[in-house]
Nanobody, 123 residues
């Protein structure tokens, strides 16, 4: 069982930055692909970014490409989402997820989920 705990959400003005962290309580952190998704009320959960188990491969949604960066900190069993140049449309609950296998961009491929952290970007 993998437990994921997100932190770092909050309120920020448009153009600002936030750094989300996801701590995984598992010794075998290195075998899981990790992803970030987001969701707003009434909408389906959407892909934001993902990183492979090795950290060598990343994928981003077109809407965040060039603004967000996903990375892994193996010593801390943590995956980080650095969000820059934030826009009001980035407002959502952000979820961290772990996949036992290759990284994917669809939620159904992920096996474990965090509880989510709210990000609000004001205009």
């Amino acid at each position: 069982q993998v437990q994921l705990v997100e932190s770092g959400g909050g309120l920020v003005q448009a153009g600002g930055s936030l750094r989300l962290s996801c701590a995984a309580s598992v010794r075998t952190f290195g075998i899981y692909a990790m992803g970030w998704f987001r969701q707003t009320p009434g909408k389906e959960r959407e892909f934001v970014a993902a990183v492979s188990w090795s950290g060598a491969s990343m994928a981003y949604a077109d809407s965040v490409k060039g603004r967000f960066i996903i990375s892994r900190e193996y010593a801390a069993n943590t995956v980080v989402l650095q969000m820059n140049s934030l826009k009001p449309e980035d407002t959502a609950v952000y979820y961290c997820a772990a996949a036992n296998g290759g990284y994917r961009t669809t939620p159904r491929h992920y096996d474990y989920w965090g509880q989510g952290t709210q990000v609000t970007v004001s205009s």
